[in-house]
Nanobody, 124 residues
Framework: QLVESGGGLVQSGESLRLSCTVSGLSSDIDTIGWFRQAPGKDREGVSCITMNFGITNYANSVKGRFTISRDNAKNTVYLQMNSLKPEDTAVYYC???????????????????WGRGTQVTVSS
């Protein structure tokens, strides 16, 4: 199970940190990702990280503004979001790759075990 927290309402340019607590996954599942879905749009990959080696990737739209990290001792993945923009407004979900190795492209179709999501709203 994955449980997200940390969303909220902020103004443009402000920051938020999201947390995803991971439990109950197979030990060979390595990649955890953050995804988002705005109203009327498809779910998109934001950033993913491998738990063993900390290899990361980011969507072009968030590079330089968002940072993903993990704390293996706490089984938690974080998404630090800086310089937020109104277009970042969405429900943010964390997910785990469906099978080992599937998560390398951080595409939502390759992920599952979705949490309930946390709302991020950025006002202009």
């Amino acid at each position: 199970q994955l449980v997200e927290s940390g969303g909220g309402l902020v103004q443009s340019g402000e920051s938020l940190r999201l947390s995803c607590t991971v439990s109950g996954l197979s030990s060979d599942i390595d990649t955890i990702g953050w995804f988002r879905q705005a109203p009327g749009k498809d779910r998109e990959g934001v950033s993913c990280i491998t738990m063993n080696f900390g290899i990361t990737n980011y969507a072009n739209s968030v590079k330089g503004r968002f940072t993903i990290s993990r704390d293996n001792a706490k089984n938690t993945v974080y998404l630090q979001m800086n310089s937020l923009k109104p277009e970042d407004t969405a429900v943010y979900y964390c997910g785990a790759e469906l099978k080992p190795g599937w998560g390398q492209f951080c595409h939502p179709a390759d992920f599952g075990s979705w949490g309930r999501g946390t709302q991020v709203t950025v006002s202009s």
